[in-house]
């Protein structure tokens, strides 16, 4: 299968790229820069989409970017990194005279409203409440393919939780603090924290790029799928878990104001409020964690 990745060079990307190698198919990426085995987003504009069978799309700027101040420009580069990007591409599949067949977007869970008791599924109904859920809103509607490309396109959303690993993501920031045993929760501790290891989001998207088993046409609207593992876990949970596996200390907790104050307000609920999020679907489609609980993810990453 020949595969396009969208922000295929990032976190994400290089453990879809080494798993999907591994499994003997052909990776091109497309990032802002060219480089071998790469197209840029440029080239989609101009030339259209090249030949692929699965299409992927992975790129935006980082939430938590700790490099930058929560401003007007951060807030537009968070929207337009995530919308322009999956437009190129669902407007490049539906213009293309050979489509792939399968077309994965990578989302979040942030369009599920923060609560301690609420579980939700894929089929949760939600409406944005926030700027983080109304971003879900309009990229996940980017992705949205016209009627006749739906016909012979199948749509994916996978909605992620906080994605564990040691080469990116959330770890990559907190690994040095807790090392220096200056790791402790976050606000009340109590939130909820939607988490999944890398190998497996990156599983769940090869699997979704899978052709269909039988000649049906896909179904009109995308197939959306939780990527976060079975076990809910607080983010106190999290926190004593990996400060036991790692032998540090967790007792430096980080007030709410605090982190509302460093990241802005619109952007600390990410780590101060969390969602019970079930990936029901997912495990409906047959998907086998292999990172099913925390102790077992931790120990991997932290081992490694
Ligand atoms: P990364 O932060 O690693 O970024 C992925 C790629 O996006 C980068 O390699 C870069 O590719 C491209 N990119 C970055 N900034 C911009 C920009 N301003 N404009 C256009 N492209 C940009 O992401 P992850 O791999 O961690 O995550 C993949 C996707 O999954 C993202 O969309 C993310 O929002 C989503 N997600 C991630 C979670 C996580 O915990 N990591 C949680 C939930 C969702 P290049 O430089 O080659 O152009």
């Given at each position: 299968?020949?595969?396009?990745?969208?922000?295929g060079?990032?976190?994400?990307?290089?453990?879809?790229?080494?798993?999907?190698?591994?499994?003997?198919?052909?990776?091109?990426?497309?990032?802002?820069?060219?480089?071998?085995?790469?197209?840029?987003?440029?080239?989609l504009?101009?030339?259209?989409l090249?030949p692929?069978?699965?299409?992927?799309?992975?790129?935006?700027?980082?939430?938590l970017?700790?490099?930058?101040?929560?401003?007007?420009?951060?807030?537009?580069?968070?929207?337009?990194?995530?919308i322009d990007t999956?437009k190129?591409?669902?407007?490049?599949?539906?213009?293309?005279?050979?489509?792939p067949?399968?077309?994965?977007?990578?989302?979040?869970?942030?369009?599920?409203?923060?609560?301690?008791?609420?579980?939700?599924?894929?089929?949760?109904?939600?409406?944005?409440?926030?700027?983080?859920?109304?971003?879900?809103?309009?990229?996940?509607?980017a992705?949205?393919l016209?009627?006749?490309?739906?016909?012979?396109?199948?749509?994916?959303?996978?909605?992620a939780?906080?994605?564990?690993?040691?080469?990116?993501?959330?770890m990559?920031?907190?690994?040095?603090?807790?090392w220096?045993?200056?790791?402790?929760?976050?606000?009340?501790?109590?939130?909820?924290?939607?988490?999944?290891?890398?190998?497996?989001?990156?599983?769940?998207?090869?699997?979704?790029?899978?052709?269909?088993?039988?000649?049906?046409?896909?179904?009109?609207?995308?197939?959306?799928?939780?990527?976060?593992?079975?076990?809910?876990?607080?983010?106190?949970?999290?926190?004593?878990e990996?400060g036991?596996?790692?032998?540090?200390?967790?007792?430096?907790?980080v007030?709410?104001?605090?982190?509302?104050?460093?990241?802005?307000?619109?952007?600390?609920?990410?780590l101060?409020?969390?969602?019970?999020?079930?990936?029901l679907?997912?495990?409906?489609?047959?998907?086998?964690?292999?990172?099913?609980?925390l102790?077992?993810?931790l120990?991997?990453?932290?081992?490694?």
């Amino acid at each position: 299968m020949r595969v396009l990745i969208g922000g295929g060079s990032g976190f994400v990307g290089r453990e879809l790229t080494r798993l999907l190698r591994d499994k003997g198919h052909e990776v091109t990426l497309i990032s802002r820069q060219p480089g071998p085995g790469r197209i840029t987003w440029k080239e989609l504009e101009s030339h259209g989409l090249p030949p692929c069978d699965g299409a992927v799309n992975l790129a935006g700027e980082n939430v938590l970017n700790p490099l930058r101040w929560w401003n007007e420009s951060y807030k537009k580069d968070l929207f337009s990194s995530r919308i322009d990007t999956t437009k190129a591409l669902s407007q490049a599949i539906a213009a293309s005279s050979s489509p792939p067949h399968s077309w994965v977007l990578v989302s979040g869970i942030a369009c599920y409203k923060p609560s301690p008791t609420t579980e939700y599924t894929e089929d949760s109904e939600w409406t944005p409440f926030d700027l983080l859920s109304q971003l879900v809103k309009e990229w996940e509607a980017a992705a949205f393919l016209p009627e006749n490309a739906a016909k012979t396109t199948k749509q994916v959303v996978i909605r992620a939780g906080a994605v564990l690993g040691r080469d990116g993501g959330a770890m990559k920031q907190m690994l040095l603090p807790f090392w220096l045993g200056l790791g402790g929760t976050l606000g009340s501790g109590r939130q909820p924290f939607p988490w999944i290891h890398v190998s497996d989001l990156a599983g769940i998207i090869a699997r979704s790029l899978e052709p269909l088993r039988n000649t049906e046409a896909p179904p009109p609207s995308p197939q959306v799928y939780n990527g976060v593992a079975p076990a809910i876990t607080t983010n106190h949970e999290f926190t004593k878990e990996l400060g036991r596996i790692l032998r540090r200390p967790t007792i430096f907790p980080v007030p709410e104001f605090v982190l509302s104050a460093m990241l802005g307000s619109e952007r600390a609920v990410i780590l101060t409020k969390g969602q019970k999020v079930i990936p029901l679907k997912t495990l409906e489609s047959g998907y086998q964690f292999e990172y099913p609980d925390l102790t077992l993810a931790l120990k991997q990453i932290v081992g490694s």
